[in-house]
Nanobody
Framework: QVQLVESGGGSVQAGGSLSLSCVASGSIFSINAMGWYRQAPGTERELVAAITSDDRTNYSDSVMGRFTISRDHAGNTVTLQMNTLKPEDTAVYYC??????????????WGKGTLVTVPS
């Protein structure tokens, strides 16, 4: 069974920084892309950043230049460094991984989410 567990959410003043981490564990054969989505109240879930197995990255326009995604392949971990946070970054952040388990067909797995709050 594959699990993704996020950590690092919290409340920070505008202009501040937070780092989110997500660890994938379980019967994992390989991990392709990993990344982060977010969902603010009353909105649809949106892609924030993604990173491929060969470390190519993709960012939404709204976080480009402020957020940095990285991976520790040996540790099955993806990290999102968030700088210059704005109130509009307030959301629940969800980690995902496109994972091939050892005995099942590959699919996208999700973490349960971690709340980031940037008061206005």
């Amino acid at each position: 069974q594959v699990q993704l567990v996020e950590s690092g959410g919290g409340s920070v003043q505008a202009g501040g920084s937070l780092s989110l981490s997500c660890v994938a564990s379980g019967s994992i054969f390989s991990i392709n892309a990993m990344g982060w989505y977010r969902q603010a109240p009353g909105t649809e879930r949106e892609l924030v950043a993604a990173i491929t197995s060969d470390d190519r990255t993709n960012y939404s326009d709204s976080v480009m230049g402020r957020f940095t995604i990285s991976r520790d392949h040996a540790g099955n971990t993806v990290t999102l460094q968030m700088n210059t946070l704005k109130p509009e970054d307030t959301a629940v952040y969800y980690c995902y991984g496109d994972i091939d388990p050892e005995v099942k067909v590959g699919m996208r797995y999700w973490g349960k989410g971690t709340l980031v709050t940037v008061p206005s």
